[in-house]
């Protein structure tokens, strides 16, 4: 599934979608950002609250395929602008991160 | 014999906690260009970007250098911090000395220095307090 079908799914808002064709394979779901780097995978859809700059660096070290920000979390416009400067895909849900872990996705 | 290296230097600043990690994510570019496999910037960035943050937010910032041979990568990352009074207490997973305003952040689960040793196949800290830490870590290519 490719991160444009994802976002259609979930019905996500877009912040930043470099790359709609980049293949979604996982989801990793976390705030601290030493356990994503451990946990998540390349490939990943990343659910997140956290809204900080660190989370473009981490999103392109781990190689997720997106970020999903949940529960509406607020976000600074110099965060999208540096999803932008790297090319991450950054989406943006109303829905909790239990919510959005919760759709039926890669049936 | 092996070749000389390809060298890369990196200064770390210590001031601004919001440009950490431009020098792994530099890391990470350069070594795409230079076709290391993708599993292998993702260890080798990960582990700098975790010695990158702690640097930032324990001792001022320092330099990193990353030495490339044909076999394996070389990151020695250099401060002139505290140092770290109980390195064993240091490695335990959770265990972390960060102030609340960077756990906030999302860091300082005490995952750091785990991870660093968890990416990389031989790690080597040498710390003294009051004089810093050096952190030299291996990946074989």
Redesign the interface.
């Known amino acids: 599934m490719t991160t444009a079908i994802l976002r259609e799914k979930l019905n996500l808002e877009i912040l930043n979608e470099a790359d709609p064709n980049r293949e979604v394979t996982g989801g990793y779901t976390g705030?601290?950002?030493?356990?994503v780097?451990?946990g998540a995978q390349?490939g990943d859809m990343w659910v997140t609250i956290?809204t900080?700059?660190?989370?473009i660096?981490?999103a392109?070290?781990?190689?997720v395929a997106c970020v999903v920000i949940a529960d509406g979390a607020e976000i600074e416009d110099s965060v999208i602008e540096q999803a932008k400067i790297?090319n991450i895909n950054l989406y943006r849900s109303k829905k909790t991160a239990y919510q959005i872990c919760n759709e039926p996705l890669f049936l | 014999m092996t070749k000389e290296p390809l060298r890369f230097h990196f200064d770390i600043c210590g001031e601004n906690f919001?440009s950490?990690?431009?020098a792994?994510?530099s890391i990470?570019r350069i070594l795409r260009q230079i076709g290391i496999s993708?599993d292998i910037i993702?260890r080798v960035?990960?582990a700098m970007?975790?010695c990158e943050i702690n640097m930032v937010i324990h001792a001022n910032g320092g330099t990193a250098d990353v030495d490339v041979y044909t076999d394996k990568i070389i990151l020695t990352l250099k401060d002139e911090g505290p140092g770290i009074p109980d390195l064993e207490l240091a490695m335990q997973e959770g265990y972390s000395t960060a102030p609340d305003s960077i756990r906030s952040?999302?860091?300082g689960?005490?995952?750091?220095l785990?991870?660093m040793k968890?990416y990389t196949d031989v790690m080597d800290i040498k710390t003294e307090v009051g004089k810093g830490t050096t952190v030299t870590m291996t990946v074989f290519l």
């Open positions: 705030d601290l950002l030493s356990w780097m451990s390349s956290m900080n700059i660190n989370i660096a981490v392109s070290l781990t190689d790297r | 919001t950490a990690g431009e792994s994510v990470k993708p993702r960035s990960i970007y975790e952040l999302g860091f689960a005490g995952m750091g785990p991870n968890k």
